[in-house]
């Protein structure tokens, strides 16, 4: 069964830092894009990162390039979401998922099959 786990959420003053981590298990990811996904309360889930598993070639949101990287770790089998220069509209709960490569690409959500639970970053101004 595959499960993805995140953690590393919390509290933070604007313009510091948060590693968010994703555990994954159950299966091996060669062929998959690992994604982050945001949701804040009242709005959609946003992209924010992804990265393929095999070649870790990556994607970013606007919102995200330059400020968050996203890695992936074999040996731990773990994604992680590195954010700097954290604002205020960072606030939202953080997802991790796993998908294989689709025509739809590594930022439409219908492209993950499989999701976390989420984690809270909250961003104070």
């Known amino acids: 069964q595959v499960q993805l786990v995140e953690s590393g959420g919390g509290l933070m003053q604007t313009g510091g830092s948060l590693r968010l981590s994703c555990a994954a298990s159950g299966r091996t990811f060669s062929g998959y894009v690992m994604g982050w996904f945001r949701q804040a309360p009242g709005k959609e889930r946003e992209f924010v990162a992804a990265?393929?598993?095999?070649?870790?070639?990556?994607d970013y949101a606007d919102s995200a390039k330059g400020r968050f990287t996203i890695s992936r770790d074999n040996a731990k089998n773990t994604v992680y979401l590195q954010m700097n220069s954290l604002k205020p509209e960072d606030t939202a709960v953080y997802y991790c998922a796993a998908g294989r490569v689709t025509s739809w690409g590594p930022r439409a959500p219908r492209s993950y099959d499989y999701w976390g639970q989420g984690t809270q970053v909250t961003v104070s101004s």
């Open positions: 990265v393929f598993w095999s070649g870790g070639i990556t």
